[in-house]
């Protein structure tokens, strides 16, 4: 019976930690260690770890100084024996019983080094219909349009829960998570890609990822130009350091056009003068060096005609012109109206098969 692992960083989620715990402990899979990750968390979730550690055989503690969910991450990959391993954030929830039964079989039918399931979201009593992967395995998952819509259209390679990971495969590469304070883990999986790895994909939902508004997602990041543009430059020397031969210069320079479009996107959700602290933050942006060799590229076309989406070609292709020619308070307003109509919350929809209520 191979053991799976389940990582369970612990910070400030005493009202959602027993939700979580009982999603875990209520598994059919019988071969499980769960190890708890105390992040250094304020309230009484330490102590709420310490009693499970009492009562079942199965779990550990670790008790650490607040040092953020990536390293977390790793405090509990250092630990765990499993030959499977399994990230859950502690305000979420595994998507029922079998939900580690069927990613195991999955990587044991398909001999993956990743699984990725379906998941829902949920709120209070209302639940998503399930978002599916939407992607395909084997050679295609070498290409530039792969890339593209597992960790840019879809995304459901850029978060690490929702993941079943072959242990000797993150061992032998030395795959850790990265010490970010947010995107950590499409960091993460952009240093996995790079190892191609061979990946499996489920439609079935085993994962139940919870909006809390509390949660750094849904807040303001003042830091989020510097991140992000840290994020594609660490790859960058990743991948030279390492001694990987395919540099992956679609990946960055989807990354770059992506955050352009977030960092407008937050300034016309939080501040006062939307489209006018859009642009000013646009053409901050732009002077970077790096950003303007990966804009330049996208409107020169290099790379879009390499993915499938007719509409996400005419959009990048576009928006990276106007950002090129410095025309950031046309590129913000078009960001503004696309979010008046709510293009971005129907494609996001358009990802869910049928509706679901808990």
């Known amino acids: 019976m191979d053991l799976v692992s389940i990582i369970i960083p612990v910070y400030k989620t005493e009202q959602y930690l027993k939700e979580c715990m009982d999603s875990v402990l209520n598994q059919t899979w019988p071969a499980l260690e769960i190890i708890l990750v105390d992040d250094g968390s304020p309230d009484s979730a330490p102590?709420?770890?310490?009693?499970?550690?009492?009562?079942?055989?199965?779990?550990?503690?670790?008790?650490?100084?607040?040092?953020?969910?990536?390293?977390?991450r790793n405090a509990g990959l250092e630990r765990a024996e499993g030959k499977y391993v399994l990230f859950l954030d502690s305000d979420d929830c595994l998507d029922g019983p079998e939900a580690v039964k069927r990613l195991v079989l999955c990587a044991r039918e398909k001999k993956a080094d990743i699984v990725t399931g379906g998941f829902r979201r949920f709120h209070h009593a209302e639940i998503s219909?399930?978002?599916?992967?939407?992607?395909?395995?084997?050679?295609?998952?070498?290409?530039?349009?792969?890339?593209?819509?597992?960790?840019?259209?879809?995304?459901?390679?850029?978060?690490?829960?929702?993941?079943?990971?072959?242990?000797?495969?993150?061992?032998k590469y030395n795959l850790k998570c990265r010490a970010y304070p947010f995107t950590q883990d499409k960091a993460h999986n952009m240093a996995c890609y790079a190892y191609e790895p061979v990946y499996a994909f489920l439609d079935d939902s085993v994962y139940l990822y919870r909006i809390n508004e509390e949660s750094v997602t849904y807040k303001y990041k003042e830091n989020l130009m510097p991140v992000w543009i840290e994020i594609a430059t660490d790859f960058r020397d990743f991948l030279k350091e390492r001694g990987i031969q395919k540099r992956y210069w679609d990946f960055m320079a989807f990354h770059i056009f992506f955050g352009s479009f977030f960092l407008a996107k937050q300034e016309l959700q939080f501040k006062q003068h939307g489209i006018m602290d859009a642009a000013r933050i646009l053409k901050e942006y732009g002077k970077n060096p790096f950003v303007k060799r990966a804009m330049l590229s996208l409107a020169k076309g290099k790379y879009i005609r390499e993915i499938q989406p007719l509409s996400w070609k005419i959009v990048i292709r576009t928006a990276s012109v106007l950002f090129c020619i410095h025309a950031y308070w046309l590129f913000a307003a078009g960001i503004a109206v696309l979010r008046k109509l709510k293009i971005d919350s129907r494609i996001t929809r358009s990802r869910y098969k049928g509706e679901n209520n808990r």
Request: one cysteine or more; hydrophobic letters at 35%.
């Open 47 to 72: 102590a709420m770890c310490d009693k499970y550690t009492v009562r079942y055989s199965n779990i550990k503690v670790i008790h650490q100084k607040n040092s953020g969910l990536g390293l977390s």
């Open 129 to 171: 219909a399930v978002n599916v992967p939407h992607l395909r395995e084997g050679a295609y998952t070498k290409t530039t349009d792969f890339r593209f819509k597992g960790f840019f259209m879809y995304g459901h390679l850029a978060y690490n829960w929702g993941k079943l990971y072959r242990k000797e495969f993150l061992d």
